[in-house]
């Protein structure tokens, strides 16, 4: 296949388009500077695309979008996220509308959906929350209207908290796991709906290539973790023990609304993909933890014999 993937730079963008190309498909990355080999540029703000070089692609992986987690969210920085993500779908959306595409659309989305629900079990035909999140994330699945009107197959990807051995929620996470100086966000009775970095990649290509779904599905392991089973499942994978608590006020002061992201509870399940038989390679948190740990190159001290 040739698939153009906006966000390629990013932790999932990176590694879907390494998986994408070991297996010997074209991928064609959407970038905002000048393109160099297997790029096009694209200007979401200006209108600004290349729709033959679009049109001529099987599918479209969408991810392009502000970081939530890197800066304060200040009223103007809102404005930055939102608009980070209606305009580039929009704008893909149209596109591909007005072009008659036949192709699949993978459309970016988030957790961040449905909101803080506390206990409550969350599926596909969850209703949306109201945090700010959920509508930011509302508002990005609704700018892919055009290419939904227009029957083109499109698969919002509402992905959870991804695990990685580096980068994202990794970089700000690991280094405080590794210290034993962490034990768990808030209460730590929140919910996690969580995923590995591989399984994350692996979910994506498995709805692209194996399955006629249309319509949201949440990109998540089997099961939710509460945060405090999370830190230490973590920590155990490390051999350190989990210490500290940070409390929600501290969370808050130091990353203001982004630390919704940890802060929230969800409990997801993966309605979608657990349906359609897919099956992941960390199914639990504890495989999770050993798998990200073991990537970035730390592991627990062997216990002496006797």
Same mark, same amino acid.
């Given at each position: 296949m040739r698939v153009a993937i906006t966000g390629a730079s990013g932790l999932i963008g990176t590694a879907l388009s390494a998986s994408l190309r070991a297996d010997g498909h074209e991928v064609l990355a959407l970038v905002r500077r000048e393109a160099r080999a297997n790029e096009s540029r694209w200007d979401p703000a200006k209108g600004i695309i290349d729709a033959a070089a679009l049109l001529a692609c099987d599918a479209v992986v969408n991810l392009a979008g502000a970081s939530i987690g890197d800066k304060r969210l200040t009223a103007a920085y809102k404005r930055v996220v939102r608009q980070s993500r209606t305009d580039g779908t929009n704008l893909i959306a149209t596109t591909l509308a007005e072009g008659g595409w036949k192709g699949v659309l993978m459309q970016g989305s988030a957790m961040g959906f449905y909101g803080d629900r506390g206990d409550e079990v969350l599926t596909e035909r969850s209703k949306a929350g109201t945090t700010f999140l959920s509508e930011i994330v509302l508002a990005w699945e609704a700018s892919a209207k055009p290419a939904v009107d227009a029957g083109i197959r499109t698969v919002f990807t509402r992905t959870g908290l991804v695990l990685a051995p580096h980068g994202g929620f990794a970089e700000r996470l690991l280094p405080l796991v590794r210290r034993g100086l962490l034990r768990r966000f808030g209460s730590g009775r929140e919910f996690h709906a969580w995923i590995t970095l591989e399984d994350q990649v692996r979910a994506t290509r498995f709805l692209l290539e194996s399955s006629d779904h249309g319509g949201p599905a949440n990109i998540v392991a089997p099961s939710?973790?509460?945060?405090?089973?999370?830190?230490?499942?973590?920590?155990?994978?490390?051999?350190?023990?989990?210490?500290?608590?940070?409390?929600?006020? *501290?969370?808050? %002061?130091?990353?203001?609304?982004? *630390?919704?992201? %940890?802060?929230?509870?969800?409990n997801a399940e993966a309605g979608v993909l657990s349906r359609l038989g897919f099956s992941w390679n960390q199914p639990t948190i504890d495989a999770a933890a050993q798998w990200v740990m073991a990537g970035a190159g730390f592991a627990p001290p062997a216990t002496p014999a006797g």
């Amino acid at each position: 296949m040739r698939v153009a993937i906006t966000g390629a730079s990013g932790l999932i963008g990176t590694a879907l388009s390494a998986s994408l190309r070991a297996d010997g498909h074209e991928v064609l990355a959407l970038v905002r500077r000048e393109a160099r080999a297997n790029e096009s540029r694209w200007d979401p703000a200006k209108g600004i695309i290349d729709a033959a070089a679009l049109l001529a692609c099987d599918a479209v992986v969408n991810l392009a979008g502000a970081s939530i987690g890197d800066k304060r969210l200040t009223a103007a920085y809102k404005r930055v996220v939102r608009q980070s993500r209606t305009d580039g779908t929009n704008l893909i959306a149209t596109t591909l509308a007005e072009g008659g595409w036949k192709g699949v659309l993978m459309q970016g989305s988030a957790m961040g959906f449905y909101g803080d629900r506390g206990d409550e079990v969350l599926t596909e035909r969850s209703k949306a929350g109201t945090t700010f999140l959920s509508e930011i994330v509302l508002a990005w699945e609704a700018s892919a209207k055009p290419a939904v009107d227009a029957g083109i197959r499109t698969v919002f990807t509402r992905t959870g908290l991804v695990l990685a051995p580096h980068g994202g929620f990794a970089e700000r996470l690991l280094p405080l796991v590794r210290r034993g100086l962490l034990r768990r966000f808030g209460s730590g009775r929140e919910f996690h709906a969580w995923i590995t970095l591989e399984d994350q990649v692996r979910a994506t290509r498995f709805l692209l290539e194996s399955s006629d779904h249309g319509g949201p599905a949440n990109i998540v392991a089997p099961s939710a973790t509460r945060d405090q089973e999370l830190i230490a499942a973590l920590a155990r994978a490390a051999g350190k023990p989990a210490t500290f608590p940070v409390p929600s006020w *501290a969370m808050k %002061l130091a990353a203001g609304d982004a *630390a919704v992201d %940890l802060l929230t509870s969800q409990n997801a399940e993966a309605g979608v993909l657990s349906r359609l038989g897919f099956s992941w390679n960390q199914p639990t948190i504890d495989a999770a933890a050993q798998w990200v740990m073991a990537g970035a190159g730390f592991a627990p001290p062997a216990t002496p014999a006797g």
